[in-house]
């Protein structure tokens, strides 16, 4: 163990960690129960599955209602459609986020306005948020990112006194509670996703919730090519499309919902035992805790790399040669992400936009040095084999860190696609699901 595996000594850990996804003997049961009805897709709306686990999962979160939806993506284009965002509104998003969370509000024909995160959560700073308001915004996507919450009391004063919508981006939240209040519940509408990274999956999916009526026969709408909602109380005209959820899917998503109680458990318990150990190490900082949280969710366990004598994304390549998956760059600033197609020919609202002149130095610092990403299944056998696995992250992190000279006086080249965007890595790489 003396020398890095990155150098040819012994990884910490050859052991796999817990499998990802997983299910529930029950689910067999379910699916079985779809392939019989010869009810497999989603319509009408909603389909029996569906409506039993939208109105579950909205129950969940304190929201009034809940509409199963095609995927985290679609979800939030639909949420910003009912929200009532037209062709060149202004929308605010943080700067660090999955690149959908910006494209969305493209397809939406709005125009994403990047403002920056706070330092000690990656979630949009609030104040960022208000210096980014302009007349013609209408709405704000606060995206509680990884394991923190964005600080929703500020923002919703913050969107009251300005008029503005605002749409929860939750792919990461499934479960948590921020001031006592449901992820996705606390704004106007809230998305998430169930792609197969996530806390919850059915391969894909995903959900919008809303407690306003209106905005929730708006979404019955368009998932359903604009036909009438069941209660069609607004009576709105809605440009639809077909963005229904498969029973299939909704089926698996009973089970997701039964084990993600016990499964974050040993996230919290997990994530609170690898920041004790983070806290005793020079060279890397954990996040601070986040006293509004009272439930937690813990889609990734994130850190911040602290160690001036070697790059972030070294470190990450040795930490991962020690056996312990992560990533660096799992997320870019979006306006210099290259799957950020942002382009007036494509998206002719942002004929005055040009995002070359974006700067979110904190965003930048986050993904192109500072954070460092482990995925969630890395947590999720603390009570059993949890202990040791946590140990061996945090023995790993410490062994990388104590021999910094070691890899400061190596080739800097050996941080390889660790220091490329994960859109510019080879594809089996970029594949990867976490
Ligand atoms: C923050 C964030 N927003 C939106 C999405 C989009 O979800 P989906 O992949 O289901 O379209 C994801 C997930 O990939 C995400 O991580």
């Not at 509000?105 to 990656?122: E, K, R, S």
């Not at 609202?349 to 954070?371: F, G, I, N």
Request: negative net charge.
């Amino acid at each position: 163990m003396s020398v890095l595996a990155i150098l040819g000594g012994e990884p910490v850990r050859r052991d796999p960690f817990s499998r990802w996804p997983r299910y529930l003997p029950s689910d067999a049961a379910r699916l079985e129960q779809v392939l019989e009805s010869g009810h497999w897709g989603g319509f009408p709306v909603p389909s029996r599955y569906a409506a039993e686990f939208a109105e579950k999962f909205a129950e969940l979160h304190g929201a009034r209602y809940g509409l199963c939806i095609a995927n985290g993506t679609i979800a939030l284009i639909a949420a910003l459609q009912a929200a009532g965002i037209k062709f060149g509104d202004e929308v605010i998003v943080p700067a660090y986020t999955w690149d959908g969370t910006a494209t969305a509000v493209l397809f939406a024909g709005g125009i994403p306005v990047f403002a920056d995160v706070d330092p000690d959560t990656y979630c949009l700073d609030v104040q960022a948020a208000a210096r980014a308001i302009t007349p013609r915004t209408r709405a704000i996507i606060p995206v509680h990112l990884a394991m923190r919450f964005t600080n929703m009391e500020a923002l919703i004063a913050l969107a009251r006194s300005n008029n503005l919508k605002i749409v929860e981006d939750c792919a990461h939240a499934h479960g948590g509670e921020f001031q006592g209040r449901g992820a996705g519940s606390i704004g106007d509408l809230g998305c998430f996703s169930f792609q197969e990274s996530k806390l919850m999956t059915a391969g894909e999916g995903g959900i919008v919730l809303t407690s306003n009526l209106a905005h929730f026969e708006h979404l019955q709408s368009q998932v359903n090519c604009g036909r009438a909602s069941l209660t069609d109380q607004f009576q709105q005209q809605v440009l639809g499309s077909n963005y229904r959820m498969t029973e299939w899917q909704a089926a698996m998503l009973l089970g997701q919902l039964e084990m993600l109680p016990p499964l974050a458990e040993k996230r919290a318990l997990g994530a609170k035992r690898l920041s004790a150990a983070l806290r005793s190490l020079d060279g890397v900082r954990p996040l601070p805790p986040q006293p509004g949280i009272t439930r937690e969710t813990n889609y990734c366990y994130v850190f911040q790399y602290r160690d001036p004598r070697v790059s972030r994304d070294l470190f990450c390549t040795a930490l991962e040669a020690e056996g312990i998956p992560c990533d660096g760059r799992f997320y870019e600033p979006v306006y210099r992400s290259p799957l950020f197609c942002a382009s007036p020919e494509i998206s002719p609202q942002l004929r005055d936009t040009d995002y070359s002149k974006v700067h979110c130095p904190v965003s930048e610092r986050a993904a192109y040095h500072e954070a460092v990403w482990l995925p969630q299944f890395l947590l999720i056998g603390a009570g059993d084999q949890g202990d040791r696995d946590v140990d061996d992250i945090a023995a790993a992190i410490a062994k990388v860190l104590r021999h910094s000279d070691d890899l400061a006086s190596a080739d800097p080249s050996l941080a390889g696609q660790k220091a490329m965007s994960r859109a510019q890595r080879p594809r089996k790489e970029r594949a990867k699901n976490y």
